[in-house]
């Protein structure tokens, strides 16, 4: 279990207003966490930060 009690929350600046959107918290020191921004308390994913660093930079290289 991650405790997400420090989680900060941040949401894409690109997203609209129409809710389909993820909400990281990448200042935990070591996972990031995902979440649906419509659900803060659903469920969360966590990624190590290696992890989520591949996949990020493997969407920019997907343009």
Not at 24 to 39: E, F, G, Q, T, W
Request: some cysteine; glycine content about 8%.
């Amino acid at each position: 279990m991650v405790d997400l009690t420090s989680a900060c929350w941040r949401k894409s600046t690109r997203s609209g207003n129409q809710g389909q959107c993820i909400e990281v918290a990448d200042n935990l020191p070591s996972v990031v966490a995902v979440r649906d921004s419509k659900d803060p308390n659903g469920p969360v994913l966590a990624f190590a930060p290696a992890s989520w660093q591949a996949f990020t930079a493997g969407l920019g290289s997907s343009r």
